[in-house]
């Protein structure tokens, strides 16, 4: 079953606790989380004391979007604030194999994010090294945005480069941007595992109702 991951980039800060668990309540799996450093995207959010604030309010996984440059700078902090999986972007990792064992030495999962004029070509030589893929279906640094179809062929890229390697059922394909009850369904059938939802889920009053939508519409 696909795993859906509520961006709270579009909650209600003031009342991140109860945002958190109102989505839970609702079905999520995960909670994303998206870090921006005004210099990697062209925007600013929040750092490794909100992930600390929101660890005691949920069970769910956290995964943490770092869309900033030199993330291996934050990495322990983010770690020990109770990040569940971080993922970094290729485009701002010198040394991404360094870099996704430095997540890995803090007992944390690994994932690395392409944008999407990034060819997935760009992994082959770590692939056996992650445990989730992150697609960007829009240019990263703010919620609500469109979602760019061409990703449905990277994902069908991405996802038979994982099964020549025998690591289809180990490696997540997660896609972050414009997903919605309409934009869902084009991008599990092609083979992504993970969706993230900002706009969709916060956006609406009724989270169960949202998160459920975007589930039907993945099963038909
Ligand atoms: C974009 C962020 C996304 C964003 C998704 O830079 O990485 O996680 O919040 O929001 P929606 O679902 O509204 O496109
Ligand atoms: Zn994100």
Same mark, same amino acid.
């Given at each position: 079953m696909v795993k859906i991951a509520p961006s709270i /980039? !579009?909650?209600d800060f003031a009342r991140l606790g109860e945002e958190i668990r109102e989505v839970e309540q609702g079905g999520a799996d995960w909670i994303h989380v998206d870090v921006m450093? %005004?210099? +990697? @995207?062209p925007n600013l959010t929040i750092g490794p004391l909100v992930v600390k604030a929101i660890?005691?309010? #949920?069970?769910?996984t956290l995964d943490v979007h770092l869309m900033i440059e030199n993330a291996d700078a934050y990495i322990p902090e983010f770690a020990k604030s109770g990040a569940d999986i971080i993922t970094v972007h290729q485009e701002a990792c010198v040394h991404l194999h360094r870099t996704l064992y430095h997540i890995k030495n803090q007992g944390v999962k690994a994932a690395v994010s392409l944008n $999407?004029? #990034? $060819? @997935? !070509? #760009? /992994?082959e030589h770590v692939l056996e090294d992650l445990d989730m893929v992150l697609l960007m !279906? @829009?240019? $990263? %640094? +703010? %919620? %609500?945005q469109k979602f760019i179809p061409g990703v449905v062929r990277k994902i069908e890229q991405l996802k038979s480069m994982l099964a020549e390697r025998g690591l289809a059922d180990s490696v997540d394909i997660q896609i972050d941007g414009g997903i919605n009850a309409e934009t869902a369904p084009l991008v599990t059938k092609a083979g992504a595992t993970c969706l993230v939802a900002g706009n969709a889920v916060f956006g609406r009053e009724d989270r169960a109702g949202a998160i459920a939508d975007i589930r039907k519409s993945c099963e038909s």
């Open positions: /980039l !579009s909650a450093d %005004g210099h +990697f @995207v660890r005691p309010h #949920t069970n769910l $999407p004029a #990034t $060819p @997935v !070509s #760009t /992994l !279906s @829009v240019n $990263p %640094g +703010f %919620g %609500g």
